[in-house]
């Protein structure tokens, strides 16, 4: 006997009955416009957090390959492409996967400006409107309208995008489908498979309907191999995978407004606005801080190091702070300490010594920085500065083991 999901409407039980997508007033177009009034109902977040918080910017978008379905894009430039298929069609299990790489080959080949155009083509069918992709998130979202424009050309770019087939029943044989990927090494995308389970009840004469998302697959396809011919002699060509981008680092935030970095876009952020010595010398930060155990949560635009050991605490200290803009100042541990009921007259001391390291740099409060460091200031005295995170987290430690051993 299969089980069934109930509704309680003051305290009354309410069977719901699951709906098969054979019935007539279920087809694409219903789920295209489903999906589209309610972007959140795609489990974007969970697949992939950097896709999460996706606005509806366009149905039925036309490109040389045909028409994509629905048509997403966060407030930070990251694009999601779905196309709804029903599997009543034994040719639709064989051809989706092909069909939505299409697609994201041909947005690879567009700009910003062919986007927005498209979406306001799409604008116009559907709403009546003119509205291109600034107009639409800003209804939604304040809007930093170069930074997303910038994020959006590179998404374009690298043909970064989250691709979705959504619809019913999918079952057999996905695995296979995902076969594609390996043919489009140029595209940084991540594939999945939704199915939206749908079920009705009637209370007080009234049909209600609740609509389920499950994720049935989902497959990254980050690393790509790069490349270098040094010479002509077959001998000297090498093939690197860096190993910054074997695996993205995310953290899933699900209170958060905006999304949280991977560590591959942080250091592309980065090379754009410091030059090549602050970059690599950032990458052995956070190596030396990974090696040394620490916790490195991503932001919207940083790392943050903290100090976490599970099985002392469930809490984070927060240590300092690297930002894509090739800062770094001291973190908001006060919190964290009062939460442990830690003394932070000894963290006091750490921070106004790691100020001391760099040239006017005050304590405006008890736990920060009157103004943030360069990186590049960072270089000379970092020895030091890493003496002093050290004893910071070894003083940490000391406490927590007093509470709880």
């Not at 409407?9 to 279920?26: A, C, H, I, R």
């Amino acid at each position: 006997m299969k089980s069934n999901p109930i509704i309680i409407d003051n305290g009354k039980s309410n069977q719901l009955t699951k709906l098969q997508y054979t019935e007539k007033n279920f087809d694409e177009n219903w789920i295209q416009e489903i999906i589209y009034q309610n972007p959140n109902l795609l489990p974007t977040s969970e697949i992939e957090p950097v896709f999460g918080n996706q606005i509806s910017i366009g149905r039925e978008i036309s490109t040389n390959a045909g028409f994509i379905d629905n048509l997403f894009i966060n407030s930070d430039g990251y694009i999601t492409l779905v196309e709804t298929k029903l599997w009543r069609n034994p040719e639709a299990r064989r051809e989706v996967v092909a069909q939505i790489i299409d697609y994201a080959k041909e947005l690879n080949k567009w700009d910003f400006q062919k986007l927005d155009n498209s979406v306001r083509v799409s604008s116009q069918k559907y709403n009546q409107t003119n509205e291109g992709i600034i107009e639409i998130l800003s209804k939604y979202d304040t809007i930093d309208e170069k930074e997303l424009i910038d994020n959006a050309e590179k998404n374009l770019r690298k043909g970064r995008f989250l691709l979705l087939i959504v619809g019913d029943g999918i079952r057999e044989n996905v695995q296979d489908m995902v076969e594609y990927l390996s043919q489009m090494p140029q595209l940084y995308f991540t594939l999945a498979l939704v199915e939206l389970q749908i079920f009705k009840t009637e209370i007080e004469n009234r049909e209600i309907r609740l609509i389920i998302p499950n994720i049935i697959t989902r497959t990254k396809e980050i690393t790509r191999a790069i490349i270098r011919i040094e010479g002509v002699n077959p001998e000297q060509i090498k093939v690197e995978v860096p190993e910054n981008n074997l695996q993205e680092k995310t953290l899933r935030t699900s209170n958060a407004k905006r999304n949280t970095i991977t560590e591959q876009d942080f250091f592309e952020n980065l090379s754009a606005k410091v030059d090549k010595m602050s970059v690599d010398f950032t990458r052995k930060i956070l190596h030396d801080c990974q090696i040394k155990g620490l916790f490195i949560e991503w932001g919207q635009g940083s790392f943050i190091v903290k100090y976490y050991k599970p099985e002392l605490s469930s809490l984070k200290f927060s240590l300092f702070v690297v930002t894509t803009n090739g800062q770094i100042y001291s973190g908001w541990i006060g919190g964290t300490l009062i939460k442990a009921n830690i003394d932070n007259s000894f963290s006091i001391q750490i921070v106004h010594e790691t100020a001391k390291l760099f040239d006017n740099i005050a304590i405006d409060s008890k736990l920060n920085w009157s103004r943030n460091a360069k990186v590049s200031e960072l270089q000379g005295v970092y020895d030091k500065f890493i003496e002093l995170v050290d004893k910071h987290t070894n003083y940490i430690e000391a406490e927590l083991m007093k509470k709880y051993y």
